[in-house]
């Protein structure tokens, strides 16, 4: 079980999870060092909100005339749009479990995350698949269909971690699968800067723009996860350091005489 402690001078309560500010503050053995500070993690959730609803906005009225991908028929049509919606509720809600106030409740920070999980990821990431092999692009085939297997794989990973009360590798295990998830917003950025990149530098001619537009996007969609597991790995591993750096400054504060 993961074991709760105090921040030192704090008053215990019966609830932990349940403390303000001014009260008890509350730390779960693992959730005491961030993963991103939290002006980054209001600064993810702004961009999730406002990315998520300009890429759901043209699948909100079901017509299929304004689906921003070439679509075989109903099916394929069906499947994105579900895939739309669902990656959309992961989303949003991602950046939410990384807030310390909601983590700290824990009872908001389950809910949330199953939602996320059974009504964000799990859907999203099985019909990504059979979205992905009808794109008819092999480098969007294989380029989505392996995040889309990661995204459940570091799901049930980060479940089953903190069923067996691991706070950190449950923490480690969602920031890589929000990583995941981000991956449609950064590869929205990233074939745009690509394009203009292209542009300034002669690569892409004005009157090919177009046509290097629809080529860059598989190169997008890849890049995209990539580049998002790497910055993760980076963000888990320098929380690391500083835990283990907290570690003898926590350990010195333990032997410290009580005070009277
Ligand atoms: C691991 C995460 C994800 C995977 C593997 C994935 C996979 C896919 C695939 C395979 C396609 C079809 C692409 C094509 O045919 O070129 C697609 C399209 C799309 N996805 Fe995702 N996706 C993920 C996350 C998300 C998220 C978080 C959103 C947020 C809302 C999202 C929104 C969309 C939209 C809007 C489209 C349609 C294309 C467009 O209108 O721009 N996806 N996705």
């Known amino acids: 079980m993961a074991q709760v402690t105090y921040a030192r001078g704090s008053r215990r309560t019966a609830h932990p999870e349940r403390t303000t500010t001014g009260l008890a503050r509350p730390t779960i053995a693992g959730m005491d060092t961030e993963v991103l500070r939290p002006r980054r ?13 300009i890429m759901v906005a043209p699948y909100v009225l079901l017509d299929i005339r304004s689906s921003r991908l070439d679509v075989d028929g109903g099916w394929h049509y069906g499947l994105l749009v579900a895939h739309v919606f669902t990656a959309g509720v992961a989303l949003v809600l991602g950046p939410l479990q990384f807030v310390p106030a909601i983590r700290a409740r824990r009872r908001w920070h389950r809910r949330i995350g199953r939602t996320y999980l059974l009504a964000g990821v799990l859907p999203a ?9 009808l794109s008819g692009r092999i480098i969007t085939q294989v380029g989505l269909v392996i995040p889309a297997a990661g995204w459940l794989m570091t799901g049930s990973l980060a479940v089953r971690a903190i069923r067996r009360g691991d706070v950190t590798a449950h923490r480690e295990w969602m920031t890589r699968n929000y990583a995941l998830t981000f991956l449609a917003v950064t590869a929205r950025i990233l074939v745009p800067l690509m394009l203009l990149t292209g542009l300034a530098t002669g690569v892409v001619a ?17 890049l995209g996860w990539v580049i998002d597991l790497a910055v993760a790995e980076v963000l888990i591993r320098r929380a690391r350091r500083s835990r283990s750096a907290s570690r003898p400054a926590r350990a010195a504060r333990g032997r410290a005489p009580a005070r009277p």
């Open 125 to 133: 990431a099985l019909t990504a698949v059979p979205v992905a092999l």
């Open 206 to 222: 004005p009157a090919g723009a177009q046509a290097a537009a629809t080529s860059l996007i598989p190169v997008g969609q890849v």
């Open 41 to 53: 993690i209001w600064l993810m959730l702004l961009v999730a909100v406002v990315a998520g609803a």
